[in-house]
């Protein structure tokens, strides 16, 4: 027996249900901007398509999702995964021989956990960067080793609308940057360097994104793989996206996520950017993650300037003038 669809609470500012039912499946939001938890499922069984579908919808409208409790085989995170799509595999990051899908982050006193502590977006020196990632817990340290989120579509909703113009239409150089610190200066390992460099050559992604599910604008660009501005000058360029890498920083537009053992996060690797963070050494944290191949980046055409609106902290006429930010 199916449970129709029904709304069982009052709505946040925005007119977002801070739960919802469907098939079964509870979604409760956590976040103003991003974050909610679901319940109703259990992952270590087949999920029926009904399920399945109130999930995805789950993961779309909300941009993170966290199930808790979810005693997971690395089977089971796989099979969940290839729901959603294709899962890839990362080319730098050690994987199973047997699952070259699966990586395992085990960290500890001799395994410190490199290169997440910076703002991302996963693999955006793809082509096609991937359109989810899943991460699921399975020994957390005692305290600290949280993940921060930010919805890049509230990050580009909170840009001025002068901004909003003047970044529309832009494109920006992503690379694998970042990785070429784990290749040596050996003979052998330049050579691996140049093979990879060749497989994966530096991407052009518009720094607006639409997302192809919503339709919504959203900033695309992250300090871990962009790296210029096309057709900018290098101070222009380098001003620039420091002013847009701000934006994740702004804690209005993020969800502070702390784990504990067997919960699973799922993000939309579209309109999100997520820090790992590095807080919890020497002690251990054990996740595994599958990504699920992405799409086509789809971008903005230059803003028309009639479609100009008012920026973050411009009340509008009539409008509480603190624009909602009260002095404290
Ligand atoms: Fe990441």
Do not use: C
Request: hydrophobic share 35%.
């Amino acid at each position: 027996m199916t449970t129709p669809p029904v709304a069982i609470s009052a709505a946040i500012p925005g007119g977002r249900p801070v739960v919802s039912q469907s098939a079964g499946v509870t979604v409760t939001r956590t976040g103003v901007n991003l974050g909610a938890e679901i319940t109703g499922v259990d992952l270590t069984r087949p999920l029926s398509e009904l399920h399945f579908k109130a999930i995805e919808q789950a993961l779309v409208d909300n941009q993170l999702i966290i199930f808790r409790d979810q005693d997971i085989s690395s089977e089971n995170l796989m099979d969940f995964g290839r729901r959603f799509g294709e899962l890839t595999v990362h080319p730098f990051a050690p994987s199973e021989k047997e699952a070259p899908q699966l990586i395992k982050f085990r960290n500890d006193e001799t395994t410190p956990p490199f290169g997440t502590d910076v703002w991302h977006s996963d693999e955006t020196f793809r082509a096609e960067p991937p359109m989810a990632t899943m991460l699921v817990a399975k020994e957390v340290p005692a305290i600290g080793g949280d993940t921060l989120f930010a919805s890049m579509t509230a990050a580009f909703d909170g840009l001025s609308d002068r901004m909003q113009q003047h970044i529309s239409g832009l494109e920006a150089i992503h690379d694998f940057k970042p990785f070429k610190a784990l290749f040596n200066d050996s003979l052998e390992e330049r050579k691996k360097l140049q093979t990879f460099e060749l497989q994966y050559p530096p991407q052009l992604h518009p720094v607006v994104r639409i997302h192809p599910v919503t339709g919504r604008k959203l900033l695309f660009v992250n300090p871990q793989f962009t790296l210029a501005i096309k057709g900018m000058d290098e101070r222009e360029s380098r001003s620039l996206l420091d002013t847009l890498f701000h934006q994740a920083l702004v804690p209005e537009y993020q969800f502070r996520h702390h784990w504990a053992p067997n919960t699973l996060a799922v993000w939309d690797n579209r309109s999100t950017q997520h820090y790992a963070i590095h807080d919890y050494y020497p002690q251990r944290r054990y996740m595994e993650r599958v990504t699920i191949k992405g799409g086509p980046v789809t971008g903005v055409p230059r803003a028309d300037p009639k479609t100009l609106r008012r920026g973050k902290y411009v009340p509008l006429p009539g409008a509480n003038p603190t624009g909602g930010h009260r002095p404290h």
